[in-house]
DNA sequence: GCATAATGCTTGCATGTGAAATTGTTTTGC
DNA sequence: GCAAAACAATTTCACATGCAAGCATTATGC
């Protein structure tokens, strides 16, 4: 570009405003179809994802990027629901696990179907097969190492 | 992946986690060093690029994946503090352009260097030169076409 | 040309979020 | 062992944001 000609700083610009637009999509979506949020959704991979589908509060804050206190609130109403559970730690009685119950299992099933739908809409047409390999190679140094990684 | 083996998916939910990874990244940098949030820095960033450095608020939130009452707001306490101003439509009274100031510009500026260091850090090291140019191809696939691209 | 619809912006209300203070628990240093 | 520090979770307060309603202006249909 005739401003900003650095490629890192164009890859970053576009990195941004792609991203804003999926998740502007996925917002819609995940609260038509299963009145979800898209932090729910992803506060439910990570539970997936975690041993015995469990994590204390503070590890789902700093994966999530998001604070202690929102962490609290959004399992509150998530618990009510039968989405998740709370176990307080067998050693360590500060913590208070977030559990992945059954309901929730099925629920993120659902959700991640929605989400695979509108992955492979903003991903068709534009990306030869190798070059989604690629692409995901490529990402994947952005998030590698970071405990905050879903894939 | 075991659970999600669909390449779409994987590249969608990397954009998502890389992209919020990144803005945390500026959003303490942009607060700490220029008083912007992240969001204060896209709006002037859209002005900048825009004929005449202007643009209707509608617009600008269109372009900025945000509602027009938070346009509004944002714009308040920047026109207050000299970096925005406001014009009314010439031919069209509805219309409240936006308009980058001359400080506006120079805050700009400041912030672009803030965002240049830390893309450059982000994307430092474990990317060759042709791989970010790769990169760079396939990212603006995804935003290519919209109005909201900044590159 | 005039009534109706559409458009741009703002405001009121409800919700989501972060920082800091608070409480209860565990770890550390001696 | 015990006092002090560290830590996890919650609550309080302030602020940001979206939706829907309201207002002003322009466009449309006849």
Sequence with gaps: MAVMDDIRTINALRLLQSADELRDRLAGAFAAVHGLSVNEFFLLMHLDRAP???LPRVELAKRMHV???TVTR???PMEKVGLVSREVGARDARLAFVVLTKAGTTKLGEA???FEKHA???FADRWEAEELD???ELLYRLVAGTSTNLT
């Design 52 to 54: 015995q589908n469990r």
């Design 67 to 69: 604070s202690a206190s």
């Design 74 to 76: 959004m399992v509150a």
């Design 112 to 114: 991640q179907a929605t």
């Design 120 to 122: 492979g809409f903003v």
């Design 134 to 136: 690629l692409l995901s």
